[in-house]
């Protein structure tokens, strides 16, 4: 697959859904971090890349992002895996332990996956990216703006731009959103082991926060690629595996070539 722009990746897609309706040595963590120093594009990608796996639930992001970095790591490319909310922070941990009930009302909701970003950017993400590592990334500022616009009514572009300018968030290389029906997710959802989340895991929410998605992968700044996630697994990983090879590649020959 040869790399493009992203409203030509976008286009095609989004008509269509419209019309459907090695293991890495990690840093030094600091559970109160509560302040990042803003940092501009060069910087934070002067070596690693940051790769994001965005969609409802159910959209298999999760599965993708395992078998990527076992490919990647196959390839002897220096990867490492994240999800959010982070299982480390205290925030965290919160998030996890209580929405599983649905016991999160929606401020609190908003700011504890603030809270949690704001540690993992300051202590994992960040850091990785100046090792020059490949970050896969399940889930990230646009999950908040997705998930939380349709329970707190602040547009996702509200959302996103205080990601941006009040952690500091870096900017992915691209965002792969991995689109799927929402009775196509909650389907998969139903054939897992565990509980369902109470929180997340809702028809009505889960339709507006798909919705929430594609409008940003068509209006927002941030390099979008959509991929019907209907597809198999296989199907949807050498999609998003030949991007990934295609723009680290092209960002070694860059690098070699100011060498």
Known sequence: MTYQPKT???VPFLVLAAEASKTAHPPVLREDTEATVPVNDEQRHAR?????LEGIDGAGKTAAAQLLEKELRARGLDVVRLRE???ESKWG???????????LDPEE?????MRDRRWHVTNKILPYLREGKIILLDRYFFASGAYQ?????????EILRRNRE????PEPDIVFLLDVPVEVGLSRLGGRSGDVNLQFEKRGRLEKVRHAYLEMAEHDSANFVVIDARASLQEVVTQ??????????????????VD
């Not at 941990?93 to 209580?98: G, T």
């Open 48 to 52: 690693g890349s940051l790769f994001v």
């Open 85 to 87: 909310p982070t299982s």
């Open 109 to 113: 909701e908003l700011n504890l996956f």
């Open 240 to 257: 998003i595996l030949d991007a990934i090879l295609e723009l680290v590649n092209r960002h070694r020959s860059a690098r070699k070539a």
């Open 8 to 10: 030509d990746l976008r």
């Open 93 to 103: 941990k919160e998030i996890r332990d209580r929405s599983v009930k649905g016991e």
């Open 149 to 157: 616009t349709t329970s707190t009514g602040i547009h996702w572009s």
């Open 166 to 169: 009040e952690i500091h968030a």
